[in-house]
Structure formats: structure tokens, C-alpha cells
């Protein structure tokens, strides 16, 4: 699949339904997340240097212990993957956090430990922070909101297949199994304006300057690609 073929795809898939915005991703996204569509769009990226370009651009590791692999983007809405390696640093337990926007997600591959919590003075303390970073920087901040209180209100596991839909007030947290490779597809919406972004640690973090998004080099995203069609040409191995 070209890039021009997946822009058009998705826009005809976001145009063919009136639903909210989260019944609308959803369904978006869904005709992308098999496995073997997922292959298509990186062996299409390969091919591309054009592609790979605006791939390279956007994609980077995130500071939660994933790579986050960036295939479309426009003014409103950015398709991509989140990507555990078997290889890489896991972190002990990822923050919780919720987003600026509304998204939809689907695993392709593997699974996770996924949980949403809501607040709770009467909660579990957790070190609270607020975020903020332009889109497509390279870095992000945190400010220092001192000590506030969640409680878990779901907790599952979810496996290859799984899809769900969150709104951008939702305070959630994903902890893949260690050692094992999970791939989800992540069809994210437009800004909310009025929407901030909280972060919940269960300790300290950095914070009071720019922390820098560590990205890829050309080669390391090119490996990583070539590794994510491999891992997909035998999803049931997984």
C-alpha cells in the first residue's frame, strides 16, 4: 500500500459514518489492524523513502517503554503503532496519564495488562504532574502538582484482537509483559482544546525543563520495520 492509497482510505473511512468521534475512529481504524494490512503498510513505507521520511520524523521511543512508530499524520488525525520489543528496557510500571485527544486502539499482536483509574481523594497517592509539549517536538515538559489520589476502577488482560476506544479525560495505564514482542494500531483524533494532560507517577520524575524524546536513526527504524513485518508473518508464533 502506497501512502497516498492510506490517506485516502482513512479519509473515506472517516467520512462514511456520522457517529461521535469515538464510534468514528473505531470504525477507521479497524479495516487497518489485521495482521497482514499491518505488513503492507511497512513493506510500503520500505519502499518509499518519501514515506519513511515523515516515518523517521515523527516516530521515536517513548519514556512508558515503547516505540512509537508514526505511519499518517495530518492536521487532525495520526495513525501509528506502539511497539514492545522482547529487547527493550521495560519500565517498571508505566505512568498514568490521559491525552489531549480521543483514540482508538487495536492489538495486533501480543498483549497487555491495560487499567483506568479515576480520581479518588480518598485513593492511592500518586506523584501528579501536569504535561505539556507541541505536537511534533522533541521534547515535552512536566510541571510538579505534588500528591493526589486514584482509584483502579478496570482492570484486564487484553490480547491480540482486543480493540477499545478511549476519550481524552480518561486516566489510563498499559504494562506489557516483559520479554514478550506486542504490536497495537492507534488511530488518534482531533485536539481537544479544552482538554489538559496529567501525568501519575508512582515515584519522582524529572521535571522543571524539556526532556528530550529519544527518536531513531535511519538504520535503527529501517531494523525496526523489517523486524515488525517478520514478527507479523507468523502472529499466532507470538
Known amino acids: 500500500m502506497t501512502r497516498y492509497r492510506l490517506a485516502a482510505r482513512l479519509a473515506d473511512q472517516l467520512r462514511s459514518t456520522s457517529a461521535q468521534t469515538g464510534d468514528r475512529l473505531h470504525s477507521a481504524l479497524v479495516p487497518f489492524a489485521a495482521p497482514g494490512t499491518v505488513r503492507d503498510l511497512l513493506r510500503g513505507a520500505l519502499r518509499d523513502e518519501h514515506w519513511l521520511d515523515a516515518v523517521h520524523a515523527g516516530s521515536y521511543r517513548h519514556p512508558n517503554g515503547f516505540d512509537k512508530i508514526v505511519l499518517f499524520a495530518d492536521r487532525e488525525y495520526q495513525l501509528r503503532l506502539h511497539v514492545w520489543r522482547e529487547n527493550a528496557r521495560e519500565t517498571a510500571v508505566e505512568n498514568i496519564h490521559n491525552h489531549r485527544w480521543d483514540f482508538s486502539s487495536v492489538i495486533v499482536l501480543g498483549g497487555y495488562r491495560?487499567?483506568?483509574?479515576?480520581?479518588?481523594?480518598?485513593?492511592?497517592?500518586?506523584?501528579?504532574?501536569?504535561?505539556?509539549?507541541?505536537?511534533?517536538?522533541?521534547?515535552?515538559?512536566?510541571?510538579?502538582?505534588?500528591?493526589?489520589?486514584?482509584t483502579r476502577s478496570f482492570d484486564a488482560r487484553l490480547c491480540a484482537g482486543t480493540s477499545y476506544t478511549l476519550t481524552s479525560d480518561v486516566f489510563h495505564r498499559v504494562s506489557n509483559t516483559p520479554g514478550q514482542f506486542t504490536v497495537s494500531l492507534v488511530l488518534q483524533g482531533p485536539h481537544r482544546p479544552d482538554s489538559s494532560v496529567l501525568v501519575f507517577a508512582e515515584e519522582n520524575l524529572p521535571s522543571g525543563r524539556p526532556l528530550p524524546r529519544p527518536g531513531f536513526s535511519r538504520d535503527s527504524l529501517r531494523r525496526l520495520l523489517s523486524d515488525l513485518i517478520d514478527e507479523l508473518a507468523d502472529p499466532l508464533s507470538a
Do not use: M, N, V
Open 114 to 150: 491495560f487499567q483506568e483509574f479515576i480520581p479518588d481523594p480518598a485513593g492511592r497517592r500518586f506523584h501528579a504532574y501536569g504535561y505539556t509539549s507541541e505536537r511534533g517536538a522533541a521534547a515535552y515538559s512536566l510541571k510538579p502538582l505534588g500528591q493526589r489520589g486514584l
